[in-house]
């Protein structure tokens, strides 16, 4: 017959560490958070935050938000590495729109959702990877089509460095500003934490090297138009 419950059996509970003071003070019981376990993602609630700042694994003292979410029957979850994200609310700063253009164009924002995570997996290291190969090679790329289009080094530089600032206006007015190398910077630390989509890294990575794989065409098409083979 039944004796005792030790616990429950489907509720779970994680230990967040939130070092940005800032960040933390924005956190309250109640507010909703996204826990992905292996692929596989759980909606719970902040349940509570601590008094004091504690020490973390590796000794950096850090404030702590207690979650709490319902494993919906999952088995084998207990000690797996978890991400958390949390949704923050909205702060009390009135609307600066010259800080918001100044944010646009530095590549600074603050996003809703704030990302905190345990673990750098190789996959998305290699995603990172992947997007900074394919920012090199689309800059390489709009290099050798400026040289050959102003057979000048010096036009092809300045126009170059040009387009690659502006670019970031562009693929925002486009509607791909996942694009904009200021975006993949400031998104970095998302995409090595694997909590980004993969379906939108995939995407990008498509994107990237697609535009890149175009230009290179082009450039090779007017080589030969303007010198062709004797």
Not at 21 to 36: C, H, M, N, P, S
Not at 115 to 141: E, N, Y
Request: with cysteine; hydrophobic share 45%.
């Amino acid at each position: 017959m039944h004796l005792f419950t030790i616990a429950p059996l489907d509720e779970y509970q994680l230990n967040v560490p939130i070092p940005d003071f800032d960040e933390f003070q924005r956190i309250k019981k109640g507010l909703t958070a996204y826990v992905t376990i292996e692929e596989k993602e759980f909606t719970g609630a902040v349940d509570r935050v601590s008094a004091t700042a504690e020490p973390d694994r590796w000794g950096n003292k850090s404030n702590r938000a207690v979650v709490r979410f319902s494993g919906k029957g999952s088995q084998g979850l207990l000690g797996r590495v978890a991400d958390v994200r949390i949704v923050l609310p909205p702060t009390d700063e009135e609307a600066n729109m010259a800080g918001a253009l100044l944010d646009t164009i530095t590549g600074h924002g603050v996003d809703d959702t704030q990302t905190r995570t345990t673990s750098v997996t190789p996959l998305w290291m290699l995603i990172g990877l992947f997007k900074l190969i394919g920012l090199t090679c689309l800059l390489i790329a709009l290099s050798l089509f400026a040289a050959v289009l102003f057979r000048n080094a010096l036009f092809a530089i300045l126009s170059v460095t040009g387009v690659w600032h502006i670019s970031n206006f562009v693929f925002d007015f486009v509607g791909l500003p996942e694009l904009s190398y200021l975006e993949v910077v400031r998104t970095m630390d998302k995409v090595l934490g694997g909590v980004a989509h993969l379906g939108d890294e995939v995407r990008t990575l498509a994107w990237l090297f697609g535009i890149t794989a175009l230009t290179g065409f082009l450039t090779a098409t007017l080589f030969i138009h303007r010198d062709p083979p004797k």
